[in-house]
């Protein structure tokens, strides 16, 4: 029997299928979602000094999603996919963004306790945020892949190349 999905995973995938571009390329989804949200959206590829792969940052007028350098075109559409799918869910960045910051390398040099003193305190994640958030982000992806397979392209493809 297969999960039942709350009504905000529902909300999720049906906000995204509503911005999903016809080229199935992940950049024109952030673009869409840009305009649709009135808030810009932006990858950032960066070495990340950690295991994390990916990482979301809010800033008053817009949001980021950082994606570590080695991942492959592949890895990286999955963390994107994955981190949109926390802005679509509503998801407030329950990890601290200090520690997400200190843990990506992105803040060498500064003093931790600094960087906690100035951004949000410390939480986990409850196992069913990222849980809603790996359904939507494959469900984002699936349907990203079936427009590429009509003919579209995406900024990926060259990296390939």
Known sequence: MGRRFSMQVRDAIRMADSMMPRSG????????????????????????ASPLSG???STGKADY???GDEASP????????????????GHDDNRSLSSGLIESGL????????????????????H??????ETVATHISIQLRRRVMRGGHTYYDELWW
């Not at 992940?26 to 070495?47: F, G, H, K, P, Y």
């Open 25 to 48: 390329d992940v950049e024109d989804l952030l673009t869409n979602m840009s305009q649709t949200r009135d808030r810009r959206i932006s990858i950032l590829i960066a070495s990340l």
């Open 55 to 57: 990482l979301l940052i």
């Open 65 to 67: 999603v950082v994606v």
């Open 74 to 89: 592949e890895r990286q559409v999955a963390i994107v996919c994955h981190e949109v799918a926390h802005l679509l869910l």
């Open 107 to 126: 803040l060498q040099g500064l003093n931790p306790d600094l960087v906690r003193s100035v951004v949000a305190g410390r939480h986990a994640y409850a």
């Open 128 to 133: 069913t945020t990222e849980l809603d958030a």
